[in-house]
């Protein structure tokens, strides 16, 4: 008996999804309707492909007035320009995500002697937003949706995909597409393992068919986190190989 498992987990952020004609950052925002401070505008003033996620600062503006103080205050006597000190800050909602160990491959060449700790895998890494965050597993691209995601008895997710492990071929290379069995996801983001809250949309509807994870309760800050996978064949699943292949993504609380 010999089985071969892949499952490919690609690191996605899922606010770069978002289709070009709304990446409307802070930035993109100056010297439109949108902006929120117009008595400055820096519009077209960092043309640079990274002025969205670097930082840098733009100055200009000037005034000369002169005048004599006489005992009921300043006489003007000439002025141009303006001497009022406008100050905007543009501060754009930031996230970065660091992911290792996400390429998983499972041998199980006696599947009546593997332990769980034979069938189970981790990957860790850190993300940081000044943004509360969800993170979750999308399985769009897959052949999974929302049917093949268990729900206990009270109707929430568990982190079990229903055969999510699907079949590719047997070692005699015969299509056993047919054939697959159950996976389940879970996260640790600091307080033990836990399953999903949610499936569905993310990031403003450009992320689809995601399980997902709240951390922290929604706080802004930097995380350690760990994906705990796990498969969960049958007692005498038929051999061959079998993968799935879903995105960690990461989508705002908006």
């Known amino acids: 008996m010999k089985i071969k498992i892949t499952i490919t987990m690609l690191a996605i952020l899922a606010l770069a999804a978002m ?35 670097t930082n840098w600062k733009y ?7 002169s005048g004599v103080y006489g005992h009921n205050g300043w006489i003007e006597a000439a002025t141009s320009g303006d001497s009022v000190l406008d100050v905007e ?11 290792v160990n996400n390429k998983i491959y499972f041998h199980l060449g006696n599947i009546y002697t593997a332990s769980t700790a034979d069938k189970t895998a981790l990957v860790t890494g850190t993300f940081t937003s000044n943004n509360g965050m969800y993170i979750g597993i999308c399985f769009t691209g897959t052949s999974k949706d929302e049917a093949d995601m268990q729900k206990d008895t009270g109707g929430n997710y568990t ?13 005699l290379n015969r299509d056993i597409s047919g054939e697959a069995f159950d996976v389940e996801f879970l996260l640790d983001a600091g307080s033990g ?5 949610a499936y569905g949309d993310g990031a403003s ?13 929604g706080a802004a800050g930097t995380y350690n986190v760990t994906w705990q996978v796990r498969l969960i064949p049958e007692t005498d699943q038929p051999d061959g190989n ?3 292949d879903p995105a960690i993504v990461g989508a705002p609380i908006l």
């Open 19 to 53: 289709p070009a004609m709304a990446q409307n950052s802070l930035y993109a925002q100056e010297g439109t309707g949108a902006d929120g401070y117009v008595a400055i505008n820096a519009s077209g003033q960092n043309v640079a492909a990274d002025a969205d996620w």
């Open 59 to 65: 100055q200009y503006g000037g005034g000369t007035w």
């Open 89 to 99: 800050a543009d501060i754009e909602m930031y996230y970065s995500e660091e992911f």
């Open 159 to 171: 982190g079990v995909v229903i055969d999510g492990m699907v079949g590719t071929i047997d070692v």
């Open 193 to 197: 393992l836990t399953p999903p809250v």
């Open 205 to 217: 509807g450009t992320v689809h068919d995601t399980l997902w994870w709240l951390v922290n309760g």
């Open 242 to 244: 079998y993968n799935l």
